[in-house]
C-alpha cells in the first residue's frame, strides 16, 4: 500500500484509528449524503456540470471542518457524474457531457419500457466502475501517475485522435459519413480565441464565442431539442408500458451478461481519468466504442444493449476515481473539477500531493476511505431514486416535451447567463434533425467538438518542440502506439462493417 | 445530399477567412480540416450519384419517407414557438414568457383546455424559477415586469 510510509505496525493501528474517528462522526455521513444527493440533483439539471455543482457548493464548506467538506465535495463530485445519465436514460436530455454516451442504449431501453432496468443497471454499473477505479486509486497510484505523467502533447493529441477515431469507427450509418460528421465537429471546434496565438477565429464580431462555442448548449441541442422538436419518432413510448417498481434492481441475467464489460470499461475509465487533460466524456466515449466493436452475436448497440449502459456507467464512475490519482499522489488536477477540489482543499489549509501521506497520513488515508464511501453513498441513493424517477414517466408526454424543452432552455442559459448559448442550443436542435434525416451521426461530432481544441493545441506544440515537424509521432513510443492501435481499431470495424454487408 | 452541399459551402467559407487571418499557424488546422471536408462531401456526393444510378432510388425513398414521418407539421409548429419564446423572452421575462410558452405548446400539441395549459405552464415555469433563481442563483431574464 503506497499510502502508508510507516515503519511499524503500532503507527499504523494509529493510522487506522484516527481514521476510523474521522469517518464515524454523524456529521461526516450525513454531509456525504447531502453531497451525493445535490450532486444527483445537479448532475441531472441539463446545463449543470459536476464543475458547476461543486463550485455552486464549494461555499457551504467554509464552516466545516475538513473531514465533512471532504465528504461533501467528494459527494457532489460522484453524484454530479451520475446524475447526468438519468434525464439521459429518461428524456435523451444529457445532464453531463459524459452522460451523452449513455443515450445511445439507455434511452432505447427506456422506450421499450424498461427504464427502470436500465437505470438500476446504471448505478450497478457505476458502483462496479467505482470499486475498479478505486482499487486502482488505493493500490496503484504512484505507478500509474509515473504513466500519465510521461504524457506530454504527442501523447495527448493521440489521445485526443483516438478518441475521436474510435468513436467514428463505431458510429452507425456509412462510414465517409461518420468522418465528415467528426470533421465538421472539429472545424466548430476552431471557433474562439487561437489558444496558442491568441487570435480570434470565426467569431463574426461576437464577444460570447470568444472562449469557442460552448459544448453544453450544443449537447443539449442536439440530443433534447432535436428530440423535442422532433415528432413521432420520440414518443414511441406508452404509459401503460412503464413498468415501476418498489425496489428495482437489474435481472441478474443483465448482470451475467455485463461483467465483463463493466471490468473491461473499468480499467480503461481509471487510465483515462488518471491521464492530466482527459476527463469522463472520453472515458465513457471511448468505452462505448470499445464495447461496441467487442460485440458479439446478438448484441444489440443502439437499439437498448444493456452493455452499452454498462460500458458507459463503470468508465465514468472508474474515471471520477482515476482522477484522484494524480491529485492526491503528485498534487496535479486533472481536469476542471479536481482543479476546484485542490482549490477547496488548499481553502482548508490541506495541499494535496505526495507529502500529504508523509505530513498527514490520517487525512490522506480518510480522504481514500471517503472516496470509497462516496460511491456507495451515490449507489445507494442511485438505486433509491430508480422509482421515483420512473415514476415521472408516468405523466403524459406531451407535459415531458413542454418540460424538457423548457428545462433545455434554461439549462443552456444557466451556463453562462447568456441567452446566445439558447440561440446555440436550438440552432443545433435544428442541426441535430438535419443530421438524423441526413444519417450523419452525432456521437462523432460531439467528440469531435469537445476533443478537437486538444487534438489541434497538442499537436502544434508537439511539433514545435520538434521544430515544426509532424513527424514528432516518431520519436514518442507512447504516443505511436496509441495512434497504431487508433487505426487497427478503425481498420478492424470497417472490415467487420464490409463483411456484414456482404 | 443538402448537408453535403452545406458542407461544401462552409469548408469554402472556412478556408477563405483562414486566408484572412493574420496569423498563419492560427489558420493552418482549420484550413486542413475544411480541405478534406471539402474532398470528402464531393466524394459522398459521387457516391450517393452513383448508388442512385444503380437503382439505389428506391432504397433513398424509403428511408426519406421514414424520416419525414418523424419531422411533421407540428414539429415546425413547436420549432416556431420555440424561436418565437427565445425572442420574447429578454422583453416579457422568464416566468411570463415561459408560462406562456408551456401553455401553448400544451394547447397545441395536447388540445389541452386553456386554464389547465396556463396552471401547468406557470406552475412549471416558476418551480423552474425556484430552482435556477432560487437554489443555484441564476440571474434569469426579468424583462419590462420586473
Same mark, same amino acid.
Given at each position: ?9 503500532? @503507527? ?40 458547476? $455543482?461543486? %463550485? ?19 459527494? /457532489? ?20 457531457? %459524459?452522460? $451523452?454516451?449513455? /443515450?445511445?442504449?439507455? +434511452?432505447?431501453? =427506456? ?42 502533447? $504527442? ?40 489558444? =496558442?496565438?491568441?487570435?480570434?477565429? +470565426? ?30 419518432? @420520440? ?5 401503460? @408500458? ?126 481514500? %476511505? ?28 406531451? +407535459? ?8 433545455? *432552455? ?51 506544440? %508537439?511539433?514545435?518542440?520538434? @521544430? ?13 502506439? *496509441? ?20 | ?87 420574447? #423572452? ?21 388540445? #389541452? ?22 437554489? #443555484? ?10
Amino acid at each position: 500500500m503506497w499510502l502508508c510510509p510507516l515503519d511499524s505496525l503500532i @503507527d499504523m493501528e494509529t493510522v487506522a484509528g484516527e481514521i476510523f474517528a474521522n469517518v464515524s462522526v454523524l456529521g461526516y455521513w450525513v454531509s456525504l449524503l447531502a453531497g451525493a444527493f445535490c450532486g444527483i440533483f445537479f448532475g441531472a439539471v441539463p446545463g449543470v456540470s459536476a464543475t458547476m $455543482a461543486i %463550485a455552486l457548493l464549494v461555499p457551504f464548506t467554509f464552516g466545516m471542518d475538513i473531514v465533512g467538506s471532504i465528504a461533501l465535495l467528494l459527494g /457532489i463530485f460522484f453524484g454530479a457524474i451520475y446524475g447526468g445519465s438519468i434525464p439521459a436514460i429518461l428524456f435523451k436530455t444529457p445532464g453531463t457531457p %459524459a452522460s $451523452a454516451a449513455v /443515450i445511445f442504449d439507455g +434511452y432505447p431501453l =427506456m422506450r421499450a419500457g424498461q427504464a427502470g432496468r436500465a437505470l438500476s443497471l446504471a448505478s450497478v454499473s457505476m458502483l462496479a466502475g467505482a470499486a475498479i477505479g478505486s482499487a486502482l486509486l488505493v493500490f496503484l497510484a504512484p505507478q500509474i501517475s509515473q504513466i500519465a505523467l510521461k504524457f506530454g502533447p $504527442a501523447e495527448l493529441f493521440a489521445m485526443a485522435s483516438f478518441g475521436i477515431i474510435t468513436i467514428v469507427a463505431v458510429s452507425d450509418g456509412p462510414l465517409l459519413k461518420g468522418i465528415l460528421s467528426a470533421l465538421a465537429g472539429l472545424l466548430l471546434s476552431c471557433i474562439g480565441m487561437d489558444p =496558442m496565438s491568441g487570435y480570434p477565429r +470565426y467569431i463574426f464580431g461576437t464577444a460570447g464565442l470568444m472562449e469557442g462555442l460552448p459544448f453544453i448548449p450544443v449537447l443539449i441541442g442536439l440530443f433534447a431539442v432535436s428530440g423535442a422538436l422532433a415528432g413521432k419518432s @420520440d414518443s414511441g413510448i406508452e404509459k401503460n @408500458d412503464v413498468k415501476v417498481r418498489f425496489c428495482e434492481l437489474p435481472p441478474l441475467s443483465d448482470l451475467k451478461k455485463t461483467w465483463k464489460t463493466m471490468f473491461k470499461s473499468g480499467i480503461l475509465g481509471a487510465f483515462i481519468g488518471a491521464t492530466p487533460g482527459a476527463g469522463c466524456d472520453i472515458a465513457a466515449f471511448v468505452s462505448y466504442g470499445m464495447a461496441k466493436h467487442s460485440a458479439m452475436q446478438g448484441d444489440k448497440f443502439g437499439s437498448g444493449e444493456v452493455k452499452g449502459v454498462a460500458a458507459v456507467e463503470s468508465a465514468k464512475a472508474a474515471c471520477t476515481s482515476g482522477t484522484l490519482i494524480p491529485l492526491l499522489s503528485l498534487g496535479i488536477p486533472g481536469d476542471s473539477v479536481t482543479a476546484i477540489l485542490v482549490g477547496a482543499l488548499v481553502l482548508h489549509g490541506v495541499q494535496p500531493g505526495p507529502l500529504l501521506f508523509e505530513n498527514n497520513p490520517a487525512l490522506a488515508g480518510t480522504i481514500l %476511505a471517503t472516496v470509497v464511501f462516496a460511491h456507495f453513498a451515490v449507489f445507494a441513493l442511485a438505486l433509491a431514486s430508480v422509482r421515483w424517477s420512473t415514476l415521472i414517466l408516468k405523466l403524459d408526454e406531451k +407535459y415531458i416535451k413542454a418540460g424538457v424543452l423548457l428545462l433545455s *432552455i434554461v439549462g443552456s442559459y444557466a451556463l453562462r447567463n447568456n441567452m446566445g448559448d439558447v440561440w446555440i442550443a436550438f440552432v443545433f436542435g435544428i442541426v441535430g434533425i438535419a443530421m438524423q434525416k441526413a444519417k450523419f451521426p452525432v456521437a462523432p461530432f460531439l467528440l469531435a467538438l469537445i476533443l478537437g481544441q486538444m487534438a489541434e493545441v497538442n499537436f502544434r506544440r %508537439a511539433a514545435m518542440l520538434e @521544430d515544426g515537424s509532424p513527424l514528432f509521432i516518431l520519436n514518442s513510443p507512447i504516443a505511436l502506439g *496509441i495512434l497504431v492501435a487508433a487505426f487497427v481499431f478503425f481498420a478492424a470495424a470497417s472490415f467487420k462493417r464490409l463483411r456484414k454487408r456482404m | 445530399m443538402k448537408i453535403n452541399i452545406l458542407l461544401i459551402a462552409v469548408s469554402i467559407l472556412a478556408i477563405w477567412l483562414a486566408g484572412e487571418f493574420p496569423v498563419d499557424e492560427a489558420a493552418a488546422f482549420p484550413s486542413w480540416v475544411a480541405w478534406i471536408i471539402l474532398i470528402l462531401s464531393i466524394l459522398d456526393i459521387a457516391i450517393s450519384a452513383c448508388k442512385s444510378g444503380k437503382g439505389g432510388l428506391v432504397e433513398n425513398k424509403t428511408s426519406g419517407s421514414e424520416i419525414s414521418d418523424n419531422f411533421d407539421a407540428s414539429s415546425l409548429i413547436m420549432a416556431a414557438m420555440t424561436a418565437a419564446y427565445l425572442l420574447l #423572452m429578454p422583453f416579457l421575462g422568464f416566468i411570463f414568457s415561459s408560462g406562456l410558452f408551456c401553455a401553448g405548446v400544451l394547447r397545441a400539441q395536447a388540445r #389541452m383546455g386553456l386554464l389547465r395549459a396556463a396552471a401547468f405552464g406557470y406552475g412549471f415555469s416558476a418551480f423552474v424559477y425556484a430552482i435556477f433563481a432560487g437554489v #443555484m442563483n441564476v440571474a434569469l431574464p426579468v424583462g419590462f415586469f420586473n
